[in-house]
């Protein structure tokens, strides 16, 4: 079985990616000091179970082939993956570029597997590639309760690509940020082979599974992040986010967000995470929906103050030493002292 410490192979990274943090099923009962929807996470686990599944019948001989496309950053590579492992699958990774030629060689080589495709739009101008995808998706099972057999040829266009036969019975999993180009015909005959599903996520999903995540803590070089800090993080993330009318993240958070905190939190930035997070959403050019996205309004700046107002009454009740008191106010809100004494006045004028 073809198994992956990271994309490149080279081992494992520092910290928990996206992929890692993704649990193999949600479970919407997951106790945490964050709150979120039972119901949106209930949800999305019905729409990660259809990828299992299709996955599962690539794998198990059902179908030939599974064509899944949706925004980045949402686990699709994780949970095909996952699953394929968890059915101890013989597979392939292949990403970034698949010509023609390069992909008869692997299906040449790795004759019975599942061969994973990820990252590689470039396959859909490619006739070439389209046409080894046509012949490698379609054909007859050999025996009863036995996989579709299927011959894929290549006649050859120099000295250097001689012809070649393959006898092939594996499966093709297409993994892709963009839809199928069907203005092709040769596009379209390839989508009549494989079967298509989008893993779109609703905003409240998005933010239900974000916070789930978050209520399991996060650890990054030896820093391990409580679901009480990691729940800041993701509602500062949110906000920030909200403000700039950008769809939610989830790349965003383990990616960005947490990183920020912990390398502010071990003294090696010098500025505060919140800032960070700021620079990296203000950078991100908002995206164009094609479809209607839910976007929450951000709290009031009354609700901001009640909530600073709650962080000053908790800091006085944890510390009496003054430096101690702007140390925790800027570690939790990222703003000068100036803020503290103005919500320190009211607090205590109370």
Same mark, same amino acid.
């Given at each position: 079985?073809?198994?992956?410490?990271?994309?490149?192979?080279?081992?494992?990274?520092?910290?928990?990616?996206?992929?890692?943090?993704?649990?193999? &099923?949600?479970?919407?009962?997951?106790?945490?000091?964050?709150?979120?929807?039972?119901? =949106?996470? *209930?949800?999305?686990?019905?729409?990660?179970?259809?990828?299992?599944? @299709?996955?599962?019948?690539?794998? *198990?001989?059902?179908?030939?082939?599974? !064509?899944?496309?949706? +925004?980045?950053?949402?686990? $699709?590579?994780?949970?095909?993956?996952?699953?394929?492992?968890?059915? *101890?699958?013989?597979?392939?990774?292949?990403?970034?570029?698949?010509?023609?030629?390069?992909?008869?060689?692997?299906?040449?080589?790795?004759?019975?597997?599942?061969?994973?495709? *990820?990252?590689?739009?470039?396959?859909?101008?490619?006739?070439?590639?389209?046409?080894?995808?046509?012949?490698? %998706?379609?054909?007859?099972?050999?025996?009863?309760?036995?996989?579709?057999?299927?011959?894929?040829?290549?006649?050859?266009? /120099?000295?250097?690509?001689?012809? $070649?036969?393959?006898? !092939? /019975?594996?499966?093709?999993?297409?993994?892709?940020?963009?839809?199928?180009? /069907?203005?092709?015909?040769?596009?379209?005959?390839?989508?009549?082979?494989?079967?298509?599903?989008?893993?779109?996520?609703?905003?409240?999903? %998005?933010?239900?599974?974000?916070?789930?995540?978050? /209520?399991?803590?996060?650890?990054?070089?030896?820093?391990?992040?409580?679901?009480?800090?990691?729940?800041?993080?993701?509602?500062?993330?949110?906000? #920030?986010?909200?403000?700039?009318?950008?769809?939610?993240?989830?790349? %965003? %958070?383990?990616?960005?967000? !947490?990183?920020? @905190?912990?390398?502010?939190?071990?003294?090696?930035?010098?500025? =505060?995470?919140?800032?960070?997070?700021?620079?990296?959403?203000? &950078?991100?050019?908002?995206?164009? @929906?094609?479809?209607?996205?839910?976007?929450? $309004?951000?709290?009031?700046?009354?609700?901001?103050?009640?909530?600073?107002?709650?962080?000053?009454?908790?800091?006085?009740?944890?510390?009496?030493? !003054?430096?101690?008191?702007?140390?925790?106010?800027? #570690?939790?809100?990222?703003?000068?002292? +100036?803020? @503290?004494?103005?919500?320190?006045?009211?607090?205590?004028?109370?």
């Amino acid at each position: 079985m073809t198994t992956r410490m990271n994309r490149n192979g080279t081992g494992p990274r520092q910290h928990a990616t996206l992929a890692q943090l993704l649990p193999a &099923e949600l479970d919407p009962n997951q106790p945490g000091p964050a709150q979120f929807s039972n119901k =949106h996470l *209930e949800a999305l686990e019905k729409k990660l179970q259809l990828v299992r599944t @299709f996955t599962r019948a690539v794998a *198990e001989h059902f179908m030939t082939g599974f !064509f899944l496309w949706g +925004s980045g950053g949402i686990g $699709k590579t994780h949970t095909v993956t996952r699953e394929l492992a968890a059915l *101890e699958a013989n597979y392939k990774v292949w990403n970034s570029r698949v010509t023609g030629w390069g992909l008869i060689n692997n299906l040449e080589k790795y004759p019975s597997h599942v061969h994973l495709i *990820e990252d590689a739009e470039s396959m859909y101008r490619d006739p070439r590639a389209i046409g080894v995808l046509r012949s490698a %998706l379609d054909g007859q099972r050999g025996e009863a309760g036995g996989p579709i057999e299927r011959w894929v040829t290549w006649s050859g266009d /120099s000295a250097a690509k001689k012809p $070649k036969e393959v006898f !092939f /019975s594996g499966g093709i999993i297409i993994l892709s940020n963009s839809e199928l180009p /069907s203005h092709k015909p040769e596009v379209q005959a390839l989508k009549t082979r494989l079967k298509t599903l989008q893993l779109a996520m609703t905003d409240e999903e %998005l933010r239900a599974l974000m916070r789930s995540v978050s /209520s399991k803590g996060f650890v990054l070089n030896g820093y391990s992040m409580t679901p009480e800090q990691c729940g800041e993080v993701c509602a500062c993330v949110e906000e #920030e986010l909200h403000a700039m009318r950008s769809p939610l993240s989830m790349r %965003l %958070l383990i990616d960005g967000g !947490f990183p920020a @905190f912990v390398q502010h939190a071990m003294g090696n930035s010098g500025v =505060h995470w919140r800032d960070v997070i700021r620079a990296i959403v203000r &950078e991100q050019s908002p995206q164009v @929906f094609t479809r209607p996205v839910t976007v929450h $309004k951000p709290p009031s700046r009354a609700e901001r103050k009640a909530e600073h107002q709650q962080i000053v009454r908790e800091i006085l009740a944890q510390a009496k030493d !003054f430096k101690e008191q702007l140390r925790l106010w800027r #570690e939790r809100t990222g703003l000068e002292q +100036s803020a @503290f004494y103005a919500r320190k006045a009211e607090v205590e004028g109370a």
